[in-house]
């Protein structure tokens, strides 16, 4: 009913830049909000970022003052500025789409993320 598709993972070096894309579609109408989750082999997925139907972000304290979500004029796409990347942040990283109608949310195939030091 959702699909996401997500672009833009890669290697960087340490304190460079990146800019992760998902773009949503399908039975997008009940979308309450659009997010970026990562997960680390050995560890559990976490939270990074998301932003509601109104535009209101949330960040991980891991990331805050570095990464910025926002979404398209198109309510259907976000994005992920990755600036100032550290080692730690290498990871998959996963668009979501969630609704209050879901059980659980929709992920994308995930996009690797690789901070060399």
């Known amino acids: 009913q959702v699909q996401l598709v997500e672009s833009g993972g890669g290697l960087v070096q340490a304190g460079g830049s990146l800019r992760l894309s998902c773009a949503a579609s399908?039975?997008?109408?009940?979308?309450?909000?659009m997010g970026w989750y990562r997960q680390a082999p050995g560890k559990q997925r976490e939270l990074v970022a998301d932003?509601?139907?109104?535009?209101?972000?949330n960040y991980a304290d891991s990331v805050k003052g570095r990464f910025t979500i926002s979404r398209g004029n198109a309510k259907n796409t976000v994005y992920l500025q990755m600036n100032s990347l550290k080692p730690e942040d290498t990871a998959v990283y996963y668009c979501?789409?969630?609704?209050?109608?879901?059980?659980?949310?929709?992920w994308g195939q995930g996009t690797q993320v690789t901070v060399s030091s």
């Open positions: 932003i509601t139907r109104v535009g209101s972000p």
């Open positions: 979501s789409a969630n609704s209050t109608y879901w059980p659980v949310p929709y």
């Open positions: 399908g039975s997008i109408f009940n979308i309450d909000a």
